[in-house]
């Protein structure tokens, strides 16, 4: 009898990831291909959902010749936090998805700063998902609109088929509230067209068996289960073993994500901090709730990309010496505008002086990214969160260890580098807690 697969895709800014585990946890097979970066224009930042798709057929076809189709018990996919689009009734998309970092919608934040309740943090700038699902109800294509999605919703329903369905952290920063788990009434008052709206479920939650097209095209068994997924970001989280109070997670992708694990929610939207529950993974069906907080730098791998290859980068980290700081003082941004710990979307970057020699610019922007991500941890116990622990690393940066050890020396406690760092490892794990929801339900039923 061939051992039960779980399979998590991870559709993140740069590239689409694919990852099958077994029952323990343990990989067993994985790829990934590239995505083309998005079209900007200004504030303007939008991608062809049918890209997206594409990038999952691909690299399912791959990871299927690797390994039987018939072995996937359940499928569970995250994606870049706050890129959404609107679809017909059919689940077409009506004009390109609006990505994470586009803040065209500046005005309707400013609209939802004098409407929202001071703990709905998430949702108060332009690069919300609220903000641009107000923008949106504005455009010429909105009468033929049936649904509002995340990314992540909309890959889990072109495997299912079935849309207007979504999950508890891609759902925050449209407006969803958590701890009561509605969509508020404050919402009516900027008249958020609320037919439009997903039904929410907590990630790791099943939502439908994969449609029979998908199960016929790729091989799979007629039972695999298509589970409620969750934001990159979280993923990722989930993938590092962080589990207790105290634990915390920088996530360097193409911005830097810095999330902790706390007993209570915190939120300050002067500083762009939220909360979101932490997905649940235990195999108790009615385990304590805990939350995840935190926030999201527009700084990270993104501009340093815009200065160096990784190749340039890689070559660079032999080279860095963490115990003679560079002294440059700068705030590395790929553009005007920030979200966490500042909370400014007219920031400008400050990368000024360059200094002749390649590799000290590189640490200065390392040591950059660790002043940013103390200020981080430090705002976040202000507002109510634990000190950390210590952090555990994830993302593009999370090999190099003069950055790690840039790191320690700011902050004062261990930074350890996550032994699984993959987000599509992370959305396997709710996979895999999906499928055993189910199996505990069918137990008890009998």
């Not at 083309?36 to 049918?50: F, G, N, S, V, W």
């Not at 699902?133 to 889990?156: E, G, M, T, V």
């Not at 634990?386 to 003069?402: D, F, I």
Request: hydrophobic letters at 40%.
């Amino acid at each position: 009898m061939n051992a039960a697969l779980f399979l998590g895709l991870d559709i993140g800014t740069s590239g689409c990831r694919v990852i099958a585990i077994d029952a323990s946890g343990t990989p067993v097979a994985q790829h990934g291909v590239s995505l083309p970066a998005p079209i900007q224009r200004d504030k303007t930042i939008e991608q062809d959902a049918e890209i997206w798709w594409q990038a999952v057929v691909q690299v399912l076809t791959r990871l299927f010749a690797k390994i039987d189709p018939g072995q996937i018990k359940a499928i569970s996919s995250d994606a870049t936090s706050g890129t959404v689009l609107l679809c017909d009734c059919d689940g077409q998309p009506l004009h390109p998805a609006l990505m994470y970092n586009d803040t065209r919608a500046f005005a309707e934040a400013a609209r939802i700063r004098k409407i929202a309740p001071h703990g709905a943090a998430a949702v108060t700038s332009a690069s919300s998902g609220l903000a641009k699902l107000l923008w949106l109800q504005k455009q010429n294509f909105s009468h033929q609109a049936r649904y509002f999605l995340h990314q992540a919703d909309w890959i889990a329903a072109k495997l299912s088929d079935r849309f207007g369905f979504s999950d508890v952290n891609n759902s925050l920063k449209s407006g969803y509230d958590v701890q009561n788990q509605c969509w508020p009434d404050w919402l009516d008052a900027l008249k958020v067209k609320r037919d439009w709206l997903p039904r929410v479920s907590p990630p790791g939650s099943p939502l439908a068996p994969v449609s029979a097209d998908m199960t016929q095209y790729f091989g799979l068994n007629k039972d695999c289960l298509m589970v409620t997924g969750t934001t990159d970001s979280t993923a990722a989280f989930l993938a590092t073993g962080a589990r207790q109070p105290g634990d915390a997670v920088t996530t360097l992708g193409s911005t830097l994500v810095l999330k902790i694990i706390s007993q209570q929610p915190v939120a300050v939207a002067e500083y762009g901090i939220y909360s979101q529950p932490l997905p649940d993974l235990s195999p108790s069906p009615n385990s304590e709730l805990r939350w995840l907080c935190g926030g999201a730098s527009n700084s990270g791998g993104a501009v340093l990309r815009q200065y160096f290859s990784d190749a340039q980068m890689a070559d660079m980290q032999a080279r860095l010496d963490p115990d003679r700081p560079t002294g440059l003082d700068y705030y590395p941004l790929p553009r005007r505008g920030e979200r966490f710990p500042i909370n400014d979307p007219d920031l400008a970057p400050r990368l000024t002086p360059r200094p002749e020699d390649d590799v000290q610019f590189f640490q200065g922007m390392l040591e950059a990214l660790a002043r940013i991500e103390k200020t981080g941890y430090d705002r976040l116990q202000q507002a109510g969160a634990p000190k950390p622990t210590c952090v555990h690393t994830s993302g593009g940066g999370s090999q190099n260890s003069a950055w790690r050890k840039i790191r320690e020396q700011l902050m004062q406690i261990p930074v350890l580098t996550a032994t699984q760092t993959e987000a599509a490892y992370g959305a396997a794990l709710l996979a895999k807690r999906g499928w055993h929801n189910t199996q505990w339900k069918h137990r008890h039923d009998k």
